[in-house]
């Protein structure tokens, strides 16, 4: 069984910035592409950003494109989301995944999630 383990989320003010981990533990983790997912309160899981296995490629949700980027450390088996611009619509509760494909777009396309955490942006 694979465990993921988020964590970084918190309170920030609007403009600001957080950086989100994720350690993956159980799999071998070079062997999955990984994303990072969100659901704000009353709303669907929405996809925000994805890497692959290697971390040579990336893809971004339109509305966090130029603010969030994502990367991965395969010798520590972690991913990170770094958030800057912050706005107050980003708030939720951020997940990691992992994901069969080569680089997951879709929710759908997630196999195993982590418990989130919580980021709270402030105006």
């Known amino acids: 069984q694979v465990q993921l383990v988020e964590s970084g989320g918190g309170l920030v003010q609007a403009g600001g910035s957080k950086k989100l981990s994720c350690t993956a533990s159980?799999?071998?983790?070079?062997?999955?592409?990984m994303g990072w997912i969100r659901q704000a309160p009353g709303k669907e899981r929405e996809f925000v950003a994805a890497i692959t296995r290697s971390g040579r490629s990336t893809a971004y949700a339109d509305s966090v494109k130029g603010r969030f980027t994502i990367s991965r450390d395969n010798a520590k088996n972690t991913i990170y989301l770094q958030m800057n611009s912050l706005k107050p619509e980003d708030t939720a509760v951020y997940y990691c995944?992992?994901?069969?494909?080569?680089?997951?777009?879709?929710?759908?396309?997630?196999?195993?999630w982590g418990q989130g955490t919580q980021v709270t942006v402030s105006s």
């Open positions: 159980g799999r071998t983790f070079t062997s999955y592409a």
């Open positions: 995944a992992i994901a069969r494909s080569f680089l997951p777009r879709q929710v759908v396309d997630y196999d195993y």
